[in-house]
């Protein structure tokens, strides 16, 4: 079992910036790839950015060059470091952990980014 607890959302103006953070408990070694999705009112939930456990990363076309995910180096906490936010990144952001085996995803509970312009 692994628990996920986000962390840092906020009001902030259009191109400002936040940083998210995700805590990972329980079975962190069983862990392969970290991301971090959104959801947008009235839109699917979608991948914002992506990272395995080798350290390879990929992101949305949206927030290529504005966002940077990252892990700590104890493995137990994953970042999204949001810079020049627009009104569009508005969004409910979850952290979405995968294990290595049987590809199992567990969720947080989401935290809210609102970005007023």
């Known amino acids: 079992q692994v628990q996920l607890v986000e962390s840092g959302g906020g009001l902030v103006q259009a191109g400002g910036s936040l940083r998210l953070s995700c805590v990972v408990s329980?079975?962190?070694?069983?862990?392969?790839?970290m991301a971090w999705y959104r959801q947008a009112p009235e839109k699917e939930r979608e991948l914002v950015a992506a990272i395995a456990s080798e350290g390879i990363t990929n992101y949305a076309d949206s927030v290529k060059g504005r966002f940077t995910i990252s892990r700590g180096s104890a493995k137990n906490t994953l970042y999204l470091q949001m810079n020049s936010l627009k009104s569009e990144d508005t969004a409910v952001y979850y952290c979405?952990?995968?294990?290595?085996?049987?590809?199992?995803?567990?969720w947080g509970q989401g935290t809210q980014v609102i970005v007023s312009s």
């Open positions: 329980g079975s962190i070694f069983s862990i392969n790839t």
């Open positions: 979405r952990a995968r294990t290595r085996y049987a590809s199992i995803d567990y």
